[in-house]
């Protein structure tokens, strides 16, 4: 298994507030990716990274930010929580090897807004 | 931009039978990977099989194939001698060649019984 962990796994807030979610991986892999997943959207990019401090913005960008500092982490920050960012937040690593790009996934975090 | 179009919300299958979920897709490009993605109630995405445009072979993974038509633009997973562990949601997903990001559909849930 692809040694990706995400921090925390479960997190309850209240609206307004700032919250960060942490992605961390060991393979050295060059691209991170934040996911969200609501049901009947299956799994939509917020924003996705192509090296440290390179990071772009994805299909649902709006009210996240994220930072990479280091190769290993990537972090999600929501930057006022409101109930419509109640999810499931998954972190995804890929790398060049081969010609898939195949992305591996983190366990998720699950998080609610009240 | 990408869409990926599953269906199917939910299937049974009758354990140790084959089933066929549907994925199709839209794109404009010549060159693009498609991928399928299992998730089960645990909660985990768990990378399947991968088909690239240009491969004149159906993919296959153990008792994953993919029958991949693009002309129809389909790239359906046939899951053979189902077990009661691939009870799961599936996730079809699509790369562009000249990018890593993944566009996903809204998923498949599958019910094995025994």
């Known amino acids: 298994d692809a040694g990706i962990t995400q921090s925390p796994r479960h997190k309850v807030t209240e609206t307004g507030t700032p919250v960060t979610l942490r992605c961390h991986q060991t393979e050295n892999h060059r691209y991170m990716y934040w996911y969200r997943q609501d049901p009947g959207h299956g799994l939509r990019l917020i924003h996705y990274?192509?090296?440290?401090?390179?990071?772009d913005k994805g299909e649902v960008s709006d009210g996240y930010s994220v930072s990479r500092s280091k190769t290993e982490d990537f972090l999600l920050t929501l930057e006022s929580a409101t109930s419509s960012q109640t999810s499931v937040y998954f972190c995804a690593i890929s790398d060049q090897t081969g010609i898939t790009y195949e992305q591996y996934f983190g366990p998720g975090t699950r998080l609610t807004v009240t | 931009a990408q869409k990926i179009t599953q269906t199917q919300p939910g299937m049974f299958v009758q354990e140790k039978e084959a089933v066929t979920l549907d994925c199709t897709y839209d794109?404009?490009?010549?060159?693009?990977?498609l991928f399928w993605y299992k998730q089960p109630s645990s909660g985990e995405m768990i990378f399947l099989i991968y088909q690239g445009s240009y491969d004149e072979q159906n993919a296959t993974e153990g008792r994953y194939s993919l029958n991949f038509q693009k002309a129809r633009k389909s790239a359906n997973l046939v899951i053979s001698a189902s077990q009661l562990g691939d009870s799961a949601m599936y996730f079809c997903a699509m790369r562009d060649a000249d990018d890593y990001k993944l566009s996903f559909g809204a998923g498949t849930t599958v019910t094995v019984r025994a």
């Open positions: 794109t404009s490009d010549q060159s693009y990977g």
């Open positions: 990274s192509y090296g440290v401090k390179d990071t």
